[in-house]
């Protein structure tokens, strides 16, 4: 296979060298690339400079921004709080959606369609539909305001992300393992906690911080249900950005350059466990 | 009881099953109860009888023309998106070197979020920003393009946050298909277009309208970014705006339960129609593992 493979990828790759509409191709890509470097490079900058206005650069280069973010967005409290939100839901979601991914991916019972459809839909909605709703009920019940109902709002998308994102890693494990360990006498909470746990484990990790990743971001539920106390980063970085004017600018950038920094750890994290592709769809590259 | 608990066994119903009922409760609690209390809420507002809420948004042009606001700036965005993607992925989908770096950094926009892109664009498009600087000293124009605070702003964070979303997609999808079902059609005389368009194209349909639902129920959801770097009164005033000031700046439950329904069925609505499209092309294996 690679023997025949390596002349015809030689061929591709020199008829990407020379057409034209490779151009056209590379040029939209370094396009796009410019445009991302420059909103990243532009919030960078001003969160290091002093004053910035009508020039390329700012006049001379200060860290002040990043201290005085800290102590007046109370950023420790909200990193926590961030942080407690995300590795809540992630427990949460792992404890509650595995199982039902592996009753979906092994069984065939009646109703698996409906279910599985059921599952679907918190993803393909948007997270307001059913955000206001879903905010309305957890403040009748006094849930919303608190951590609780942050977390509680931002298990909708995950567990069924989870399931998702289990499936194939569920699939791939021989069900003949699991026989033998029944016919060694194990019972059901034993062939998971000691056969299928341990296999699983990259399954778990990759669903975990893609749940992680995402709630780390996720906006509008955390928005709609969080109370002043139960902010996480990116709602807090929301509110001191709509109430700019009050702000210095420099001080909301270097708040979201925090952020950032703390996207692209997690980031870095998530990368090393699942390939880039699986951060949005779980269809798997091609090992070729 | 025992003959009852095998014939159910047989139907593929045991005690296994079990394991489903946390996943699903929590999905029936959190999902279909606050939806079916909202949908019943939409139709108890204070006044104007059972259906009241929907007339009053369907009859106040300013509620109404959220609807198409919101269409305006998603179906466009999450088109460009799909549309640019195909070239692109179809060039790309060979290996070569710095492809892994290329697709990390295409992640990255993605885990950013609306709110820090939406903050990257004020600085970056704004009439100070680097964008107008460089156009202004290469003397393409005079005086700065306004980018942000309108309609392109929220384009723009769409397409930033969009792109990268719906090139992974399409890039994993092309590397679903097998390529010797391509190869065998060069050896058969076939050029590049005709490979493309009767043997690549159909197989990527399914994935194509899949690709296009998802970037397009991101980019209906535009909220944080619509309010941050576009024009929230006028031009980008989108359908979850709408919703959004109904709960909480009126707290008009009855309304933004409506307003959500609405917003819903739209949504659903759109994709339903791509998805009936779809169905209207090849459907069937891939050739691959996708």
Redesign the interface.
Known sequence: MTAIAVP??EA??FR?AASP??W??WG??TF??L??A??????VV?SFGRRW??T?LPESWTTQWYGQAWHEFTLLDVLIVTVEVALLVVGISV???V??A???AR????GRRV?YL??L??I???????G??????LYKYGLAGHMAGVV??N??PS??FV?LTMTPFIEQVDPAIERAARMCGAR?WQVFLRILAPLLVPGILAASILVL?RTV?M??LT?LTAGPDSQTL?VA??YT??AAGIRAQQS??AM?VI??CM??V??VIA?RFVN??Q???R????P? | MTSLRHRLADRGIDRQLLLLIPASLCVLILFVYPFAYGFGLSFQPSHGGVLGAYKEFFTDAYQRDTIWTTLKLSLPAAFLNVAASVPIAYRLRGRFRGKRLMTTLLVIPITLGTVLTAEGLLNFLGPTGWLNRTLMSAGIIDAPVRLTNNYWGVFFSLVITGFPFAFLLILSYLSGIDPTLERAAATLGAGWWPRFHRVTLPLLAPGLATTFCLTFVLAFSVFPSAILVGDPAGTTRVISIAAYHAAYESYDYSLASAIAVVMGVVELAVVAAVLGVRSLFYTGSTGGKG
């Not at chain 1, 393909?124 to 059913?130: A, S």
């Not at chain 1, 269809?283 to 091609?286: I, P, R």
């Open positions: 015809a990828r591709r790759r990407i509409g490779a056209l191709v939209s890509v796009f690339f445009m991302l420059g909103i990243i490079g532009s919030v001003s206005f009508d390329w404890l509650v959606g199982p039902a592996y009753v979906l069984r065939a019972f009646p279910l059921l599952f839909l918190p393909l909605m948007p997270p307001i539909t059913y206001i709703p879903l905010a309305t009920v509680l709002a298990l909708v567990i069924p399931i059901t990743v971001g906006f509008e928005f990116v970085l929301y950005m709509s909301v950038d979201a952020y950032t996207m692209l997690l980031l990368l880039p592709t951060l949005v769809a269809v798997k590259e091609d070729q």
